[in-house]
């Protein structure tokens, strides 16, 4: 084939770029041929998830605009004239109950990190691991029964009622704890839930840390205490970029929390109100949206938001993970 | 106080309060733990054998179980090819553009809203289909399943020294046979590793199906293509109802559900030294 | 060597239920016939009774009971995702047209009687007399407090805490909110300018931090029983069932009735009822059994419906499920009105109501 081909060619000046042709076709090989498919598959799922979500949205788009994110009001008709939704409760029920759960996360991540690495026994290190480990893998359903049995009970009579008893001319206590389905609730399981992811980014990065300057605090004479101020200082992209995962895990969880947080829709700063989250909404009204015209485009249209703020959250978290990774291999 | 009692003070401070707030990240586990023990056994200790086989007007939660192992099964006949395939894809060419986007893409995908996913099976499986389904539930699943076993696949190869490598393709193999013939038994334990933590994770979800699978509890399971049940479903409808006997029912299938978890866990965790998530 | 213990150990547990599962099905489902009621939860009790009773007679037939609410039952009529939808108001117009799209003809009949009623959770306290302001007042959000003048001087004699009042509702597209909205707005022009009827209706007590959601009427019903001083309107099963505190409402000659089998057989019979034929489903109106007439009649009364497919080309149903599905529904609509299998709260239907049912289910083709 290739005499051929070098009749057209000019002969045997060609054959060296021709050998290079050929071999670049044959580098595609059959590894990849089975593989490529694959992996292009899935990209191929993600967009064409997006572009559902995109697409079913698209009627709210075009009936509210991007104004369907900013208002409060819900009123479902069976007269499509007369039903207006807006989101807004549910996206501030996403974020204010993601904020208490990383902030939350932010001190026992980080504690049970320098904990684990630092002071624990050897042996009794893995046990600590693996518990953190169970506590990411366990099914987020038995999270949600013993929050509903065992959390909400606890936090509503020891530190809810407490609180608003005493300090309720505090704006955000100022709310009656009625059920003690609230953010306050949401956002402490929550916390509890993505602790394990933070601790696993931190934890990482901080038994990365090259040993060199540990011996270095060490040799200056420095408190266990001063040393590790200083590592985690050396850390803190990776605490940070723990900090949005967990954030991302906050805001895409959805049955744990739609067990707790009272599913009304609430505007209030106050931790003790009852809220929604994009996605409990999602859970709660999906199975009627149907019979309302306008419902279900708006219900995508959550769904698609959500879309958003876990990629956004996501990239950033993992783009700056990996500088600060590529940045610290000596 | 001399500034070394200040530094002293500090120092035990901090200890403490690490000490507390690593047992306070801790102990919501074994409460949890404690809790689905002590108010699941007695429920199924009562009558294991209706409880563990009956349908749900006797009072058992057997066709839930079936629906999950069917599920654990199907999606993962579903997802666990793409996600070997994927994995080695990623582990073979980590530089090219192709592969750091499949990296970001699985880590994003490990961590995406699961009931996401659960909606988008419905709309383009269940809904078509004009009936829920075991494989719309089980679809949403294997998307879910999916990045756990790729990312674990992934890195379960890097574990192997490079020389594996360099002595197969020394020896004139093809990529292929390099990758799939040597490599891959080689990782088999972390890849195995990577399916068993896919499936336990998957066994647990509940948010996809709530709109895929439909449910099913008076009868035991025939067909994939026709409504199933699930356990995690099943309690989570049960929660949400005042009758505290459904409550009990509750709490014996998150018991059954704790367990099922920890029988596949355990002996991953212990064997293993690292896990990702 | 260790972990292949625990691997095998794993695996023949697997084995062991899986076989275990396979007897069952083998034994349990050799020939069974499968059906699925979808939707309301007003007549969760009854539907459920009957189920028991229904499949202990007939062993082969399985029926899964799902809830989700009128509009959710409506909505998975028309996908076909359910066999027998569950509404408590008849299906407005638009929705008709849109089952009569799929081909087929759906056919809506009655099933049974039941009550929307007042359940309030008071420690200590278990009557109380809301008149008809009082009870538009309390759910508006007017009225505050539990020792509000308005309710203290209809029950002096009550001991009433001064808290504020909780109004828990449905988060569901509800038939049972339906027909307390439409009753709501029957009795009072302001309930009916400021909000009007629907299976979804906008709480003012959401805003002012006194409104609660619930998923279902079990949901609604789990929250009242967690917290004092709350207040809810649901379907009188539960509140029998749960042991509920009820009250006693103003009807439309003036009495203060509570909701029992009696008050609900005297608004029923006191009204005759318009029941349209079941291929129009759509013209029934869901006032009529509401504000019945009659000194002992409880106000708030509804039917709930069942949908079917009448089964043209058999498009939604195998001949053995249609045939499953008549047997069921006939004697749904025969043995199942019999008192032995009404469940409590709920009450038959007068036998010329039954009969319409009974020709949808002649009309059910196999």
Known sequence: MFRFFTLFTGGRKMKPCFNKIFKSVRRIDTFQIITLPAVIFVFLLFVLMLFVYFYNALPAFIREGLAVYFKNIWQASEEPGKEYYGLIAAIWGTVYTSMIAILIALPISIAYSVFVIDYVPKKLKNIFIIVSDMMAGLPTIIYGIWGVFALVPFLQKYIMTPLYKNLSFIPIFSYPPV???????????????????????????????????????????????????????????????????????????????????????????????????????????????????????????????????????????????????????? | MSEYKIRKGKEIAFTISITILTFLGILPLFHIIATVFVNGLPVITKESFTFLTGTFSNGGIGPAIAGTFILIFLSSLIGLPVALLVGVYAYEYPNSIIGKATETLLQIMLEFPTILVGVFAMSIIAIPMGTYSAFA???????????????????????????????????????????????????????????????????GETAPLLFTIGGLYESYPVSVTKPVGAVPLLIYTLVQSPSKGNHRMAWGASLILLLIFLLIFIPIRVSLKEVKL | MKKKCYVGIGIATICIVLIIAELHIY????????????????????????????????????????????????????????????????????????????????????????????????????????????????????????????????????????????????????????????????????????????????????????????????????????????????????????????????????????????????????????????????????????????????????????????????????????????????????????????????????????????????????
């Open chain 3, 27 to 366: 034994i349990g489902n050799e020939k069974s016939v499968i059906l699925r009621t979808t939707g309301a939860t007003f007549p969760q009790y009854q539907i459920q009774k009957w189920i028991k009773v229904y499949q202990q007679s007939h062993p082969e037939v399985k029926i899964e009971y799902e809830g989700g609410g009128s509009g959710y039952g409506q909505e998975t009529f028309l996908q076909g995702l359910t066999h027998i939808g569950r509404t408590d108001p008849p299906v407005k117009e638009d929705t008709w047209n849109k089952f009569l799209n799929t081909g087929d003809q759906p056919l809506q009949f009655p099933v049974i009687v039941g009550a929307v009623v007042v359940a309030f959770n008071l420690p200590g306290i278990n009557e109380l007399k809301l008149s008809s302001e009082a009870l538009v007042d309390i759910f508006i959000g007017d009225i505050e407090y539990w020792d509000d003048r308005s309710i203290k001087s209809l029950n002096p004699e009550v001991n009433l805490p001064h808290e504020k009042i909780i109004v828990i509702h449905r988060s569901d597209a509800s038939g049972t909110t339906a027909i307390f909205t439409t009753y709501l707005s029957l009795i009072s022009e302001k309930w009916a300018n400021k909000i009007g009827a629907g299976k979804t209706v906008n709480w003012p007590v959401d805003n002012m931090g006194r409104g609660l959601a619930g998923k279902g009427n079990s949901g609604v019903v789990a929250i009242l029983k967690q917290k004092e001083g709350s207040i809810c309107y649901t379907e009188l099963s539960f509140a029998i069932e749960e042991n509920l505190s009820v009250a006693a409402i103003q009807n439309k000659n003036g009495r203060f009735v509570k909701p029992t089998t009696e008050t609900i057989q005297s608004a029923v019979s006191q009204v005759s009822s318009y029941i349209p034929s079941p291929t129009e489903g759509y013209k029934e109106d869901i006032k009529q059994l509401l504000n019945a007439a009659g000194d002992n009649s409880y106000p708030i009364v509804a039917f709930t419906h069942l949908l079917v497919w009448q089964n043209k080309d058999r498009k939604h149903y195998s001949p053995e499920k249609a045939k499953a599905i008549k047997d069921f529904l006939a004697w749904i609509l025969t043995d199942g009105q019999k008192e032995e299998n009404i469940a409590p709260g709920y009450v038959p239907l007068p036998p010329d109501v039954a009969q319409i049912g009974l020709n949808a289910v002649k009309m059910i083709r196999i």
């Open chain 1, 179 to 330: 059920t003690g389905y609230s953010y306050f609730s949401a956002g402490v399981l929550l916390g509890i839930m993505v602790t394990p992811f933070a601790s696993a980014v931190i934890r990482e990065a901080y038994q990365m840390i090259p040993f060199t300057y540990r011996e270095a605090a060490i040799s200056l004479g420095l408190t266990r205490y001063e040393a590790t101020k200083i590592l985690l200082g050396y850390i803190k992209p990776a605490i940070f970029s723990g900090m949005i995962l967990a954030f991302g895990r906050a805001v895409g969880e959805t049955v744990a929390v739609s067990l707790i947080i009272g599913n009304t829709f609430n505007l209030s700063p106050s931790l003790f109100a009852p809220g929604y989250t994009i996605s409990s909404l999602i859970a709660n009204q999906f199975g009627n949206a149907y019979i309302y015209r306008h419902m279900l485009p708006v219900l995508y249209a959550g769904g698609l938001s959500l879309f958003i703020i876990g990629l956004i959250v996501n990239i950033v978290g993992l783009y700056l993970l990996r500088r600060w990774q590529e940045n610290v291999r000596i």
């Open chain 2, 137 to 203: 539930g089980a679809f949403a699943l294997a998307i879910i399943l999916m990045p756990y076993v790729a990312v674990y696949t992934q890195e379960a190869m890097r574990q192997i020294p490079f020389t594996y490598r360099e002595a197969s393709f020394g020896l004139g193999l093809s990529r292929i046979k390099v990758i799939f013939r040597i490599l891959v038994p080689l990782s088999k334990r972390g890849i195995l590793t990577g399916v068993l933590i896919g499936m336990a994770k998957v066994a």
